[in-house]
């Protein structure tokens, strides 16, 4: 059984810039949640997909969006990129029930 | 919303030893209670979890304590190991349609030495 997948691993981008981030659950998983890592701020909760609805949301501004596809992938974007968004972007699947959080290798973005 | 602040930042112990990391947590509603371990460049991996009606969850060297009364919960690892070594991470989730929306502490580095 394949586990999360995420694209691209490692992204550069410059200020002002957008970035659009991938994810691919594990197969049957139909809840998609992102998080942001950072040294300072740790692991911060994003949003949450289930259904192709957003079912949860962190409090993180307006830039970062996200949405699900009929297939249950994921997709998140940051639009005008700030140099604090440099991070570690993860993403976990779960069955959308009460049940572990299969976590991606994730996204690293640096943004210059 | 929710809080979760978890003590100490880093530990270190010698191999054979116990190690205890605790956590508290802010929101009452809260009801499931994961521990994830994550070793260096690698991802978060779910090494053991409560939910709120239960006391205590035993798996070989590694157990978990609740303290639902003084919002608390604990992580004991026991005759630890080199490959014990990374960051772990408590976390706290209210469960029904928020069990994707985890609000984690802010990671515990382990070190192990042999």
């Known amino acids: 059984k394949a586990g999360v997948t995420q694209t691209p691993r490692y992204l550069i981008k410059t200020r002002g810039q957008q970035v659009t981030l991938s994810c691919s659950p594990i197969?049957?998983?139909?809840?998609v949640s992102w998080y942001q890592q950072t040294p300072g701020q740790g692991l911060q909760f994003l949003f949450e997909y289930f259904s192709e609805t957003q079912r949860n949301k962190g409090n993180f501004p307006g830039r970062f969006s996200g949405r699900q596809f009929s297939n249950s992938r994921s997709e998140m974007n940051v639009s005008t990129l700030e140099l604090g968004d440099s991070a570690l972007y993860l993403c976990?699947?779960?069955?959308?029930?009460?049940?572990?959080?299969?976590f991606g290798e994730g996204s690293r973005l640096t943004v210059l | 919303g929710e809080n979760v602040e978890q003590h100490p930042s880093t530990l270190s112990v010698q191999e054979g030893d116990s190690a205890v990391i605790k956590c508290t947590y802010s929101?009452?509603?809260?009801?499931?209670f994961p521990w994830y371990k994550q070793e260096l460049g690698k991802r978060p991996q779910l090494i053991i979890d409560i939910r709120s009606n239960v006391g205590e969850k035993k798996d070989q060297r590694i157990a978990v304590t609740l303290n639902k009364t003084a919002k608390h919960f604990s992580l004991h690892i026991t005759e630890t190991q080199p490959e014990d070594s990374a960051v772990y991470f408590c976390?706290?989730?209210?469960?029904?349609?928020?069990?994707?929306?985890?609000?984690f502490g802010q990671g515990t580095i382990l070190t192990v030495h042999p």
């Open positions: 976990a699947s779960t069955t959308g029930g009460a049940g572990e959080l299969f």
């Open positions: 929101d009452s509603a809260s009801n499931y």
């Open positions: 197969s049957g998983h139909r809840s």
């Open positions: 976390a706290a989730s209210t469960g029904g349609t928020s069990y994707g929306k985890l609000t």
